[in-house]
């Protein structure tokens, strides 16, 4: 079985302020883990993915985040949050003994203020 | 082909009335997936294809919803005598088979179904 848990439903910082949104996993196997954003009305899109090598992974939009085995966690990271950053973003796992099916958290909704 | 197309954009309904959604994938992908997405919560895997055979299917697809992808190209979900509970956000996705390198998934904009 293979399950994400977001537990911050929303995050709210100030424009340049560093911006962090968590995320906990868990799966039988070796995890696959991605983020995702979604802009309102509109269909996710990719921001990064750790599938295996360097724990730090750098993605789309200036985001970043930390693959943490020890504690099941793959935080996302940006180090100066944008007004435009305002969104909602979904981690998701897929399990390595499955080749098909994502399972995502509920979501945080990030608000950017200026 | 610049990404995964989804028509309707938004659909309202009767409550009892069937519809039907369509998903273009990106032309060179292989996999095709339906996941569902109600609002507050991520979404929800329905059911997935590779070139057009229906490979897996989730026990949220009850027998009132069936999917199609008759030429491994485009798909069809059909929802009969809807339900006011299956007013939800519609999202297709396409992959090639092999997710090493790539990003997975590609997402559609989505189908907003609502039932009244």
């Known amino acids: 079985a293979q399950s994400v848990a977001q537990p911050e439903d929303q995050v709210n910082v100030a424009e340049g302020n560093p911006l962090t949104v968590k995320c906990t996993y868990s799966?039988?196997?070796?995890?696959?883990l991605f983020w995702y954003v979604q802009y309102p009305n509109r269909g996710l899109q990719f921001l990064l993915k750790?599938?295996?090598?360097?724990?730090l992974v750098k993605g789309s939009y200036g985001f970043e985040a930390e693959f943490n085995k020890s504690q099941t966690s793959f935080h996302l990271k940006k180090p100066s949050a944008l007004v435009s950053d305002s969104a909602l973003y979904f981690c998701?796992?897929?399990?390595?003994?499955?080749?098909?099916?994502?399972?995502f958290g509920a979501g945080t909704t990030v608000t950017v203020r200026a | 082909d610049t990404g995964v197309s989804q028509d309707p954009r938004h659909k309202i309904t009767k409550r009892g009335q069937n519809v039907t959604f369509r998903c273009d994938p990106i032309?060179?992908?292989?996999?095709l997936y339906w996941y569902r997405q109600t609002l507050g919560q991520g979404p929800e895997f329905l059911t997935y294809?590779?070139?057009?055979?229906?490979?897996?299917k989730s026990r949220l697809l009850s027998d009132r919803f069936s999917a199609e992808r008759p030429k491994g190209s485009f798909s069809t979900l059909e929802i009969q005598r809807t339900e006011q509970g299956d007013s939800a956000m519609y999202l297709c996705?396409?992959?090639?088979?092999?997710?090493?390198?790539?990003?997975?998934?590609?997402f559609g904009s989505g189908t907003r179904l609502t039932v009244v």
């Open positions: 750790y599938i295996t090598g360097d724990n």
């Open positions: 799966v039988s196997g070796n995890p696959y």
């Open positions: 998701a796992v897929r399990d390595g003994s499955n080749d098909y099916k994502l399972s």
């Open positions: 032309s060179e992908h292989n996999r």
């Open positions: 294809f590779q070139n057009e055979a229906q490979l897996e």
């Open positions: 996705a396409s992959s090639l088979a092999s997710w090493g390198s790539s990003s997975g998934y590609t």
